[in-house]
């Protein structure tokens, strides 16, 4: 088994910033691709950024130039540095995540999900 926590969501007020963290945890030989994606009220969930394992990372044009993801490879953490927020990047944020098991299979996993509100 391997799970995904997010933490770091909450309420901030336009312009401010927040950091969202995962961790991934269980029975996990190595991790490729570490994503993060919202989904806001109505809509679909959409991918907001991306990072492989050598660092590559991509972004959602919505966000490029104030998102930033990054991450700890020896910690299986990886962050999501949100800067300059606007109302319309409210949405429930979800972490992703796939690799190889211990025992050789592949996993694909998903967090629970962390809200994140940006409001005056």
């Known amino acids: 088994q391997v799970q995904l926590k997010e933490s770091g969501g909450g309420l901030v007020q336009p312009g401010g910033s927040l950091r969202l963290s995962c961790a991934a945890s269980g029975t996990i030989f190595s991790i490729g691709t570490m994503n993060w994606y919202r989904q806001a009220p109505g809509k679909q969930r959409e991918l907001v950024a991306g990072?492989?394992?050598?660092?590559?990372?991509n972004y959602a044009d919505s966000v490029k130039g104030r998102f930033t993801i990054s991450r700890e490879n020896a910690k299986n953490i990886w962050y999501l540095q949100m800067n300059t927020l606007k109302p319309e990047d409210k949405a429930v944020y979800y972490c992703y995540a796939d690799g190889l098991k211990r025992n050789g299979l592949n996993f694909y996993t998903w967090g629970q999900g962390t809200q994140v509100t940006v409001s005056s």
């Open positions: 990072i492989t394992k050598s660092g590559s990372t």
